[in-house]
């Protein structure tokens, strides 16, 4: 009895062991299954397949909002697509607009209403449609990501645990180690750069506001049903802001964007701040606590290729700030303009230069409105004709050959081949033919050579101007009221017309060129003499055209300056070219 007594114990004693030993290692097994890292065999391989925006079908294939075109009236040069020219008062500009813009190489595969967009937010679900929508609908297009963008992904559990929250690079398969059998809910987050670094989150799965001021939020999420082995998730970023790009254009002031120019987005009389950011819900997309952000710097703006270094930038505005906007309240302003001239001096325009969009507009997140501005130097208004502030130069090493002088100053020889322009040719030492060189002035169009009415009628000039050297050399000018109601501009060397005295390039008696005419003077101008020589953009026959011509003499006290006159001359002289507006702006 005994003896089945310890062997009953003995068994029981046995079983007991063997339960707790198989109670541990299933708690091992358990806890080795709350890791992540040390798992082997199943993978999720993340391919990043793209860009979702939103855009209409105008923009879709790029064309310039029809509202926006300007009406060039009857005889002027310019192309109708060039935008609409209008007054920023020290300068003009041609504005294009482009909303809802999708880029060119997007694949457009859905549409939805903008109204439907304006009512569901993010989670709009998108209806497949093969045609373009017409009127307000937008459609969804998804472009390929760039290469080497740096995103975020989390994964979390059916606890709501987080167990993944990685950086990954587009184009780079992060293949993260999870299990299989399960449910995972994922985000996917970017500012769409490949630098730095990619904002992260806080315990409250929230992404600080500060992190993400003004910067492209890229936005995705969903779930995944994991099986053994590799696991394939493909990811559509959407945009999580409205985007506002300026595309801001100085070739036609013929300088350099100086990095202190600011741009801001502004709306209404009491100019709000119209890009908003806020701190960003990783599991809901929605943003909370919205402020204002800063004016961009052009030292932030990004260089166009395929232009002149730093005449072309796009400033990016990205807001999450969705209230409509009431026709002629949305505002682009430059709160400062600063252009780098050709002769290294920094032109410096009026502070907070304004341009209001005529019509309302709306931010919808996820698409893109852009304006295009191409900054145009204002003419000066004598007798109703709008005259450029500078002569027409060539110089073969800049992309924009045809220009305008960075200042009213006189020629001499030393600028016989850029200044002295030979009747209507295509280079200053060209042959003579039919070619206005004034208007391939960018934007082309914008300019042209004046003709010898609208020379005769500033009439005889309002004054004269004369610069002499101590011992040698002299400047001697003309100059012409500008119309009363015409604004003075401080960012130029002078609010009137100046023409300069500069002499011709001729041929002499030797065979030789020379620049005939050009101002000179000794001893404080005791003997002096200079001519004027510029181009109409009238021909008299097929060797002459008709020209503008004054000079002036000294001798001791004995001095004259000649009358205005307009004679035939040889179309194959150099002589100056002033440039008149061909594309008139209604309030310049």
């Not at 004693?13 to 708690?27: D, K, N, W, Y």
């Not at 105008?58 to 007054?87: C, F, H, W, Y």
């Not at 939020?217 to 559509?236: E, P, Q, R």
């Not at 004679?567 to 594309?583: H, I, L, M, Q």
């Amino acid at each position: 009895m005994n003896s089945l007594s310890k062997n009953f114990i003995k068994n029981v004693t046995g079983l007991l062991v063997l339960s707790i030993s198989l109670a541990g290692m299933t708690s091992c097994s358990s806890n080795k299954d709350e890791g992540v890292s040390n798992i082997e065999g199943t993978t999720l391989n993340i391919t990043v397949k793209g860009l979702e925006e939103l855009g209409s079908a105008a923009g879709a294939v790029g064309a310039t909002n029809s509202k926006m075109r300007a009406a060039v009236p009857n005889g002027q040069a310019g192309s109708s697509q060039d935008g609409e020219l209008i007054s920023l008062g020290q300068l003009d500009a041609l504005v294009s607009v482009e909303e809802n813009r999708i880029s060119s190489n997007a694949n457009i595969t859905k549409n939805t209403s903008s109204a439907a967009l304006a009512s569901a937010g993010n989670d709009t679900t998108y209806t497949e449609g093969n045609a373009l929508p017409l009127g307000n609908k937008l459609l969804a297009a998804t472009q390929a990501m760039g290469p080497n963008i740096k995103y975020r992904i989390l994964l979390y559990d059916a606890t709501n645990n987080l167990v993944v929250n990685t950086v990954a690079t587009s184009g780079v398969n992060p293949q993260i180690q999870i299990y299989a059998n399960r449910k995972y809910t994922w985000y996917a987050f970017s500012v769409n750069e490949t630098g730095g670094t990619v904002p992260n989150i806080n315990s409250a799965g929230i992404i600080a506001k500060s992190e993400i001021a003004n910067k492209d939020v890229l936005y995705a999420s969903g779930s995944i049903n994991t099986i053994n082995g590799a696991n394939y998730l493909d990811v559509t970023f959407k945009r999580n802001t409205a985007r506002i790009q300026v595309k801001l254009d100085t070739r036609g002031l013929f300088g350099t964007i100086d990095n202190a120019t600011s741009i801001s987005v502004l709306k209404n009389s009491g100019n709000t701040n119209v890009i908003q950011i806020g701190d960003l819900n990783i599991k809901t997309g929605a943003y909370s606590n919205l402020v204002n952000t800063s004016p961009v710097l052009a030292s932030s703006m990004t260089a166009v290729s395929g232009t002149p270094t730093s005449t072309v930038k796009i400033a990016n505005f990205y807001t999450v700030n969705t209230t409509a906007i009431a026709a002629n309240s949305f505002k682009i302003r430059l709160n400062t303009l600063k252009v780098g001239l050709d002769d290294t001096r920094v032109r410096t325009f009026a502070p907070n230069l304004t341009y209001n969009y005529s019509n309302a507009y709306t931010p919808a997140i996820g698409s893109t409105y852009a304006l295009n501005i191409r900054l145009i130097e204002s003419p000066v208004k004598v007798n109703g004709v709008l005259w450029a502030r500078s002569n027409l130069v060539y110089n073969g090493s800049h992309m924009d050959r045809y220009r305008l002088k960075s200042n009213p100053g006189g020629s001499s020889s030393a600028t016989r081949d850029t200044e002295f322009w030979n009747w209507k040719s295509t280079t200053p030492g060209g042959a003579a033919g039919n070619f206005d060189a004034c208007a391939s002035v960018y934007p082309a169009g914008t300019w042209r050579m004046p003709t010898k009415a609208e020379w005769e009628s500033i009439g005889q000039p309002d004054d004269k101007r004369e610069v002499l050297g101590l011992f040698w050399g002299a400047q001697y000018g003309y100059l012409w009221n500008r119309d009363s109601d015409y604004p003075a501009n401080t960012a130029y060397d002078d609010n009137n017309l100046f023409l300069s005295f500069g002499g011709y390039r001729t041929t002499n008696w030797l065979g030789q060129v020379v620049v005939s005419g050009s101002p000179s003077g000794i001893v404080l101008g005791a003997f002096a003499a200079g001519e004027c020589h510029y181009w109409t953009s009238d021909s008299q026959n097929t060797n002459n055209a008709y020209a503008v011509k004054s000079s002036f003499t000294r001798v001791a006290w004995l001095f004259s300056w000649g009358n205005v006159t307009y004679p035939s001359a040889s179309k194959t002289e150099g002589r100056n070219v002033r440039c008149v507006r061909a594309k008139v702006n209604p309030t310049s």
